[in-house]
């Protein structure tokens, strides 16, 4: 998936399999910066910046919709993989996922003029081999961290599935009354025509209900039930 980013770092001169120059002591990837602390003698360490512009609150709203609405890439988004196409939501929106070189701006503390220098080649190595290994940190580059991410969309993703549909309005309570007891699909409230149910089918679930252990008077509950059946079901 990081082939992009080689490819940006083939134009600045640093190629696939090139060996770091220095030592990467620690690398932190946030909104817009990767900062690298780089070792060049046991005293002495450089700190290099590679910049990089992040995407507004407009961009990534818009992202965030379309990959919700994608069922494969949000499943594995959720379970922490990025599919390898992912570009393509951010393509749509006109802007590049991966850093272009004329995207980068690259800082070193070192005395040289050089750029990139051989701190900052270890420092670019070192960056696309965490996009590598967890690429969810080219999204914090861009300005999204993981968690924030992940969160969002999850939460577009829950609310989607559990949205109830609003092609059609539910009936009123007073239209649905004499239906009420109607048989048919449970959840059907929509339907207009009564149901009469089968003779004795309502009856015939009390006798499958186990026995209560409560009485009245001395009379069982589920007796007292079957009058009530038969006159909510129109069978006395």
């Known amino acids: 998936m990081t082939d992009r980013f080689r490819r940006t770092l083939d134009e600045l001169g640093v190629h696939k399999g090139l060996v770091p120059p220095c030592r990467v002591d620690s690398l932190a990837v946030g909104p817009g910066a990767a900062v690298a602390q780089v070792r060049v003698t046991r005293q002495r360490c450089y700190e290099v910046r590679i910049g990089l512009p992040t995407f507004g609150k407009q961009v990534w709203t818009a992202v965030t919709a379309a990959v919700v609405e994608d069922e494969v890439t949000t499943t594995a988004l959720l379970d922490g993989r990025v599919p390898d196409d992912i570009e393509r939501f951010f393509a749509a929106e006109q802007v590049?996922?991966?850093?272009?070189?004329?995207?980068?701006?690259l800082d070193c503390t070192c005395p040289?003029?050089?750029?990139?220098?051989?701190?900052?080649?270890?420092?670019?190595?070192?960056?696309?081999?965490?996009?590598?290994?967890?690429?969810?940190?080219?999204?914090?580059?861009?300005g999204r961290d993981r968690t924030t991410l992940l969160e969002e969309i999850g939460r577009?993703?829950?609310?989607?599935?559990?949205?109830?549909?609003?092609?059609?309005?539910?009936?009123?309570?007073?239209?649905?009354?004499?239906?009420?007891?109607?048989?048919?699909?449970?959840?059907?409230?929509?339907?207009?025509?009564?149901?009469?149910?089968?003779?004795?089918?309502?009856?015939g679930l009390l006798g499958e209900v186990p026995p209560l252990a409560a009485t009245v008077d001395g009379t069982s509950v589920t007796e007292l039930l079957r009058p009530l059946y038969r006159a909510l079901t129109g069978q006395e």
């Open 112 to 142: 040289g003029t050089k750029v990139p220098c051989d701190h900052l080649v270890a420092g670019l190595i070192a960056l696309v081999e965490e996009t590598d290994g967890d690429p969810f940190a080219m999204f914090a580059l861009r």
């Open 96 to 105: 590049p996922l991966f850093p272009e070189t004329r995207e980068l701006s």
């Open 156 to 203: 577009q993703a829950g609310a989607r599935i559990t949205a109830p549909p609003t092609d059609a309005e539910a009936p009123g309570l007073a239209e649905v009354m004499d239906d009420f007891f109607g048989w048919g699909p449970a959840g059907d409230i929509t339907r207009s025509a009564k149901r009469q149910p089968p003779a004795g089918a309502a009856l």
